[in-house]
T-cell receptor
Framework: DGGITQSPKYLFRKEGQNVTLSCEQN?????MYWYRQDPGQGLRLIYY???????QKGDIAEGYSVSREKKESFPLTVTSAQKNPTAFYLC???????????FGDGTRLSIL | AQKVTQAQTEISVVEKEDVTLDCVYE???????LFWYKQPPSGELVFLIR??????QNEISGRYSWNFQKSTSSFNFTITASQVVDSAVYFC??????????????FGKGTKLSVKP
């Protein structure tokens, strides 16, 4: 079945550690996105990529990094510079901008 | 600046009641898109509908209907004869067709709907 796969489902980070969240899609979508969701809040855009080898910062990019070396993959690294990383992270993809975005099941990141 | 407001933080209804979720948006673009997503307790977001700014026709899909009114910048969502499975957080979102952030979704904070048997 076509879809978006995020892994792991739960992730724990130690102080000073970088962690990488995986996002893979087999929908042949050009655009991919990373969002952060905090309790009782809407989603906020971290990074997005409209095409391979290109990505742009969203509203809250500080402390995060991404790469887009393959169309199917858009991993997100939460660096030690992100002082409040505990949140629910959602990856999405769409055929192109302004098309409906399809979401993965999310990764819940916590601090040890 | 663009903004989406969902004034209802939580709504609780009894099964079979009708319920309307409000969404008010702000944008300076004349071409934009509006979306509704459902987030069940499992966490993933499920796409429900997309409307463009030139299409003000109301839409009905089964028990779901949407009322888009540009005059009041609103895109409200009604569930008829609600069911327990409708319990979820519902998000309204806006994307603009032009400008530096074209295509990016601006989300409201969501409305948590609880449908009790």
């Amino acid at each position: 079945d076509g879809g978006i796969t995020q892994s792991p489902k739960y992730l724990f980070r130690k102080e000073g550690q970088n962690v990488t969240l995986s996002c893979e899609q087999n929908l042949n979508h050009d655009a991919m996105y990373w969002y952060r969701q905090d309790p009782g809040q809407g989603l906020r855009l971290i990074y997005y990529s409209q095409i391979v080898n290109d990505f742009q910062k969203g509203d809250i990019a500080e402390g995060y990094s991404v790469s887009r070396e393959k169309k199917e993959s858009f991993p997100l690294t939460v660096t030690s510079a992100q002082k409040n990383p505990t949140a629910f992270y959602l990856c999405a993809s769409s055929r192109s901008y302004n098309q409906p975005q399809h979401f993965g099941d999310g990764t819940r990141l916590s601090i040890l | 600046a663009q903004k989406v407001t969902q004034a209802q933080t939580e709504i609780s209804v009894v099964e079979k009641e009708d319920v309307t979720l409000d969404c008010v948006y702000e944008t300076r673009d004349t071409t934009y898109y509006l979306f509704w997503y459902k987030q069940p307790p499992s966490g993933e977001l499920v796409f429900l509908i997309r409307r463009n700014s030139f299409d003000e026709q109301n839409e009905i899909s089964g028990r779901y209907s949407w009322n888009f009114q540009k005059s009041t910048s609103s895109f409200n969502f009604t569930i008829t004869a609600s069911q327990v499975v409708d319990s979820a957080v519902y998000f309204c979102a806006l994307s603009e067709a032009y400008g530096g952030s074209q295509g990016n979704l601006i989300f409201g904070k969501g409305t948590k709907l609880s449908v009790k048997p």
